[in-house]
């Protein structure tokens, strides 16, 4: 699979989301990513016009429920011809192999299915202390990937830094999709466990999910072609 930067439409309204797409030259289509606020803000109404306008869409809804609630959500999602959408993989091994099944249209094909391993909000310190989750967070990580292999998913969303030790785990096929990027000459923000597009292509990310560093920018074409260049080498 081809490595690609995936742009986090953190708008929250479509007006603003639109303005930000329209900026990218005729033919110049970013793959996206839209998730709760944009998406509970405006419904399924802002994904069918992100798609009409050619672009792929990863939706970021980060489904966590029982097993038959995830499954008809995902039957939904899945016939709004998204590219990617994901679930929480503490949702359980036999949740993921619902969404799965849910997602898989009559003909067979689906969209790519990811699992948030543990949030990078959450540290070791929380984990252990007050969700009385014993082992160590990397551990986890591991564990959470490993199972949503077992249940047939493609991959993780997961931290740049981590991405390695996923795919030793899991093997090169399983995806490792990786927020937390920044330009080496450019502010963290909030972010922490962080590294540049160039870093997460040599630890071995498939997908990098970018936000500010590209909405935010003076100029956001040209970030995400220095993004692109970064990552994938090739652009
Ligand atoms: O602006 P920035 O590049 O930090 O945006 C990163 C995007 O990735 C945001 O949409 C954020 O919600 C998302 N994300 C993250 N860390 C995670 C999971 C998702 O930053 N662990």
Same mark, same amino acid.
């Given at each position: ?139 986890? /990580?591991?564990?959470? #990937? ?9 991959? $993780? =969303?997961?931290? @740049?830094?981590? &991405? ?29 466990? /962080?590294?540049?597009? #160039? ?9 990098? $999910? =970018?936000?500010? @560093?590209?909405? &935010? ?19």
């Amino acid at each position: 699979m081809n490595k690609d930067v995936i742009i986090a439409c953190d708008f929250s309204s479509r007006a603003a989301t639109l303005e930000f797409l329209d900026r990218f030259p005729e033919g110049r289509k970013p793959f996206v990513k839209i998730g709760m606020e944009l998406f509970y803000a405006e419904g399924p109404a802002i994904v069918r016009d992100i798609k009409a306008r050619g672009h792929k869409v990863f939706l970021d809804l980060k489904l966590h429920d029982i097993p038959n609630t995830v499954k008809k959500a995902m039957r939904v999602l899945s016939s709004l011809d998204v590219d990617m959408v994901n679930v929480h993989a503490a949702g359980t091994v036999a949740m993921m192999r619902a969404a799965l099944e849910g997602l898989t249209r009559a003909d067979g094909t689906r969209p790519l299915l990811i699992a948030v391993t543990q949030l990078t909000s959450t540290s070791e310190e929380v984990m252990q202390q007050e969700l009385l989750i014993g082992a160590g967070i990397g551990d986890t /990580i591991v564990k959470y #990937a490993s199972n949503a292999r077992e249940a047939g998913l493609d991959g $993780v =969303v997961c931290s @740049p830094l981590e &991405a390695g030790m996923v795919k030793q785990a899991c093997g090169p096929g399983f995806l490792a999709v990786t927020p937390g990027i920044r330009f080496a000459d450019a502010a963290a923000d909030d972010q922490v466990r /962080i590294t540049t597009p #160039a870093r997460a292509r040599e630890i071995g990310s498939d997908f990098i $999910v =970018v936000g500010r @560093p590209i909405t &935010a920018a003076a100029d956001p074409v040209a970030a995400y072609e220095r993004c692109m260049k970064e990552f994938t080498l090739s652009f």
